[in-house]
């Protein structure tokens, strides 16, 4: 086996949590890329979710010793292959709405990737909403439905409503002007 650059690194740093994830990795790094192997078609994108699992771990500010290693990281890696499954579904539905538009009008490939890119942005910007909040500020943008109408789809009250609303204006405001000071 192999050991990456990224087990390199967490080996030389000595905080506590860094160690418990260099553990981790040492320990079982291996049968994780086998466990996502089995789970994504492509080698190359189990791999990237493979280095992608201990570095979200590596960005948490506290970490504790897991009773059960393999499950927890597998509680992490399907997180992170869920954003993947998501935003690969978000790309294809945008092609697929390329695919209705008259070829004269439709944009330059440099346009659509930056469409694309553009998507995924406001996508991970999203993503850090609970998911009503999520559900509450789409139904509110892009179906333009009222207050009572998202609570009773989303089966929360109104001030809740307006609440999730004001988180998701807020991640719009992070997006473009970074953390409020």
């Not at 697929?96 to 469409?115: R, W, Y």
Request: charged share 25%.
């Amino acid at each position: 086996m192999a050991f990456s650059f990224f087990g390199a690194c967490v080996s030389s740093i000595q905080s506590p949590q860094h160690q418990l994830v260099g553990t981790l990795y040492r320990d079982h790094r291996s049968w994780l890329l086998a466990w996502l192997r089995r789970n994504v078609a492509c080698p190359h994108r189990a791999e990237d979710l493979s280095q992608d699992t201990f570095t979200r771990l590596l960005g948490r500010e506290q970490l504790d010793v897991p009773r059960e290693p393999r499950a927890f990281l597998v509680q992490v890696a399907k997180g992170l292959l869920f954003d993947h499954f998501r935003r690969a579904a978000l790309e294809q539905a945008y092609l697929g709405e390329l695919m209705l538009i008259p070829e004269s009008e439709q944009p330059s490939l440099e346009e659509q990737q930056l469409v694309l890119e553009d998507l995924k942005a406001i996508d991970r910007m999203l993503d850090k909403l609970s998911s009503k909040a999520r559900a509450a500020f789409l139904y509110n943008r892009l179906d333009g439905l009222s207050h009572a109408e998202i609570a009773e789809k989303v089966g929360v009250s109104v001030p809740r409503v307006r609440q999730y609303l004001a988180q998701g204006m807020r991640q719009c405001y992070i997006a473009l002007y970074g953390e409020p000071t």
